[in-house]
């Protein structure tokens, strides 16, 4: 199938129409909140969310038998929990850094996952073919349900997001002022805390534990580049991230089936990429532009010194002077000559020089700030 | 005699069994504008810290005019120190401001054209009102501790709290800032201000607490800001160490 096709078929194909959304979904729930997560510089706790997420996966099927979406995602969702708050409790309790407890929490609860996994697979129960798809993803087995489920926890993690904005935006900024205010930090700081890890339980099924959070960062990294507003910038990572689950689909649907986790991550990468090198304010194009700029604008400036500290010891100070007197120690060439004739700070006569009125004045203030 | 505006009792806050602040009794009268020095790791911002209660103590009490501090929030302007956010947040100087708006508003209600208006108030008497809509990572430092010492201003309070609003800052912003400190005193305000340049004390602030984990002195500066408690306070003679 080509992407052409697939485009065409979203529409009138139930099961291609009822993944896409729910990738699409998924990508600006995880937008919107892997912005709180990257701007609170807990980039990381997600990673070891969906990592945590595993176990719960596991005992779930093994207490339960079945393969129910909404059961093993409550699995999910209680061992993800448990994570976050022993890696809460490990830093407020213990001497360790964040980096510590994040990567010991991953590793346990992953271990531990891995371990079920691998003990489910050798029951001999019929059931048990299929569970591996959470470590990976498998948008194709998204259902009119599971997307349904999706849509309503992003609707109200919409209505919270705009009923505490200003909570949420200030703890964000300055957690201890915040206190200072009234406000109770613990109860806004576990609110964010619990959509994040809803919204990383959500996507399990479709991107899987591994990839699970370049979801939540890819599209929030992206989108600040190219503003300085919270608001847009939110706004701008759920574009950002349902973009990359349409893409991701689109593409790992029309070839071949490629994994469409990978795929969708992927997306966001080239989103983050293109946003790294592009964005006019941050990107490192503009930036090196504006470098270069800068130096030619200095170098000018620098000759223009020059003539300004010869042309003052001068009577009057449009006297002509030898261009061989320049010398490209002075930032002097003929093409920044030109250029300074073309800003009328000097005059060229035949082998010489002189700088007017306007030079001398522009040379006079070069180094006074506004 | 003057109210008293704030007043502690037995505070003392220890990390991991180190105490940082060991059984400080502190009464500050209303209307002072008062310093607190000491050494580095005599407990300064703690003691900030532990009143507004964004640190935990394990013993202590604070009152605030007479009652309990929880119950007197709304008295009471912060303004934290500078690096203890990051300034590369998506917002602008004027939102900034706003949010010490936020206090008064309480959940959920947001700041309407009458928060705006007392913001950019706010933003005019700290001379940063053509900043406004600037980017705060673009700002310089003094700038950005214009837009502190501007959103505490905006929260209107009778009693403000400020850790270190001079570090890295130019002359400049500094005569602005303590000009600014000098206004609210006038107008009966309380200000407190951890502070680590001694030679300027005698000159900005009217009272001082030393403080070394211990209280080691408060009062007028013209009574107690003298070489036995500057010793007391640091360990050595600090004139003689200075003129050596």
Sequence with gaps: ?370 | MKKIAIRVDDLTVAYNYKPVLWDIDLTVPEGVLMAIVGPNGAGKSTLIKAILGIIDPIAGSVSIYDKPYSKQRKLVAYVPQKGSVDWDFPTTALDVVMMGTYGQLGWIKRPGQKEKKASLEALEKVGMLPFKNRQISQLSGGQQQRVFLARALVQNASIYFMDEPFQGVDATTEIAIINILKELRKAGKTVIVVHHDLQTVPEYFDWVTFLNVKKIATGPVKDIFNDDNLTKTYGINYKVAVNQ
């Design chain 1, 1 to 370: 199938m080509e992407i052409k096709e697939y485009f065409s078929l979203v529409f009138s194909d139930y099961t291609l129409r009822t993944i896409t959304l729910g990738t699409a979904i998924l990508g600006a729930i995880c937008g919107m909140l892997g912005s709180f997560a990257v701007l609170r510089k807990q980039s990381l706790l997600g990673d070891a969310i969906s990592h945590a997420a595993l176990p719960g996966i596991a005992l779930a099927f093994i207490i339960t038998g079945t393969k129910d979406t909404n059961l093993l995602l409550i699995g999910a969702l209680v061992s993800g929990l448990i994570g976050t708050f022993w890696i809460r409790g490990m830093i407020t309790k213990t001497h360790l850094k964040s980096d510590t407890a994040l990567g010991l929490i991953l590793s346990l609860f992953f271990g531990f996952g891995m371990l079920l996994l691998t003990y489910i697979q050798k029951q001999p129960n019929a059931n048990q073919a299929g569970l591996d798809k959470y470590l990976f993803g498998q948008a194709a087995t998204l259902i009119e349900k599971d997307v349904t489920l999706m849509a309503i926890v992003t609707g109200i993690c919409l209505v919270v997001l705009l009923l505490f904005w200003k909570e949420f935006k200030i703890l964000l900024f300055d957690a201890d002022y915040t206190k200072t205010l009234g406000f109770n930090t613990r109860f806004i700081d576990i609110l964010i805390t619990f959509f994040i890890v809803l919204a990383i339980v959500l996507g399990l099924q479709t991107v899987g534990v591994v990839l699970m959070s370049a979801m939540l960062l890819a599209p929030a990294a992206a989108a600040r580049q190219w503003t300085n507003k919270l608001s847009v910038m939110i706004v701008l990572a759920a574009i950002f991230g349902a973009f990359s689950g349409v893409f991701g689909t689109a593409i790992s649907a029309s070839q071949n089936n490629l994994s469409t986790g990978p795929v969708i991550v992927l997306v966001a990468a080239v989103f983050v990429l293109f946003s790294f090198i592009f964005s006019p304010g941050r990107g490192i194009l503009f930036k090196q532009i504006r470098f270069w700029q800068n130096r030619r604008d200095l170098k000018l400036q620098k000759t223009l010194q020059f003539m300004f500290d010869i042309a003052k010891t001068h009577e009057d100070i449009s006297h002509p002077h030898a261009i061989k007197i320049l010398n490209n120690f002075q930032g002097f060439t003929r093409g920044s000559l030109k250029k300074m004739e073309e800003k009328n700070w000097v005059e060229v006569k035949g082998q010489k020089w002189s700088l007017t009125q306007d030079g001398y004045s522009a040379a006079k203030n070069l180094y006074t700030q506004e």
